[in-house]
């Protein structure tokens, strides 16, 4: 049988993997859990997230159904937040005599809840028309997560990475994390880049540990259970519960739909869309950097690297009128939220400057107002200003965020295979 669970966590305390983690465990007693559990990311836009919109499935070989789904149940009940508004859990089992015909239903539902936004009776809808046993808590949000990991687990063709997630003991949660940042840097110089967003370099933070008070200690995230386990080991920590190594569709891109009109575009949806740039970037309050692109039918989106992408808003400010962009990234409030960009051609830049005296070759001075320019030295003049094409400063390819500002979806560069142009990956 399938178990895909979601929304059990609050902004207080608990993790709906730190659930799933401890299942593993107790259902053990009732049958094996076979192949690696799911922790799939969806929408990254839902207002209803705690934070990172994740749901988790497991697979489990029983011959008591109905004691793994009776544990399922009471385990969450026990351990969700539910004293919490935002909580409403929601747990979908699929047991194998319905795998092949919910396979098909229950992957579409996933590739939609992942890029799209689904409403709580879609979900209601669709545990009846499959007639599937399922049980949600409060307004029983969470069944839509709990779907769409039980369809990313029956259809799992797509592209994936792992995380080895870590997990506090219990009577230590809500107090400082104690991990050693040496060894985390060793771990992350030993095993990148087949590791990453262990560390943000360039803005020297730690990445792989979070500040909030769930029972997570750390994540590795990597490109094989291997490389995670291996960065994972060499972490000096705390004692440590328990851990689970997830297979993710993190760093994947899978929200990501392309776009060529901007009139398409539709708010808590996420795009690639290629465009020139018409407005310059400026700098709001907050540090938020703000321009424009248009689109080749003269539509128009406001495009923002906000104060958390830290230095790649240098990099966005060199940006002027006329460069030729493709960005990638979410829109919300009619603003595309940058993830990735890339920059695929520059418009040339010019600069007003004095005019250069031909025989000591240095710049004239203004004779006046309305006197021209001369040389004092040797005596030349000129009636004007001159245009000067300058350098860039900026190379074309594609670049991106920092570490420490990437969603759990962004493909990061280092991942390779992009784009057939130069890769500037963030580290
Ligand atoms: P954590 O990161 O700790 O796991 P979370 O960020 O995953 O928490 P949840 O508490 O799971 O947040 O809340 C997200 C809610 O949004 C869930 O109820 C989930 O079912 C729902 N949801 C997920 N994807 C969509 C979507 N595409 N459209 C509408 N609702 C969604």
Redesign the pocket.
Known sequence: MIIGI??T?SKDGM???YLCAVLIDELQEYGSITGLPLLMR??PT?P????????VAIQVETDRPQKVMDHVISRIGSLAEMDSE???P?VVFIPDKDYERTKHSLGEYFRR?VT???SIDSAKELVLELDIPSKSFKNG?????AL?ACGAMQNCGWDHTYEYIAYREQNVWGSPRLVDKTSIHKADMETYPDTWDTVDHANDLIVCVPHSP?PVLFGIRGKSVEDVTHAAVLIESEPIERYVVYRTNQGTDMHLIPLTNISDIREMHSYIIEGTVSRTPVTIRGGHVIFAIRDDKGDEIDCAAYEPTKNFRILVRKLIAGDRVVVYGSVGGNTLNIEKIQIKSLAAKSETKNPVCPSCEKRMKSAGSGQGYRCKKCRTTADSTVLIEVDRDLDVGLYEVPPSARRHLAKPLVRGDMQDCAVFSSR
Do not use: H
């Not at 209803?48 to 749901?55: H, I, P």
């Open positions: 979601d929304d966590d993790c709906t993997t969806l929408n839902i209803y997230k705690t934070r990172g919109n994740a749901s935002t909580t409403n929601g809840a799209g936004v689904l949000r969470g069944l839509i997560g769409a769930d």
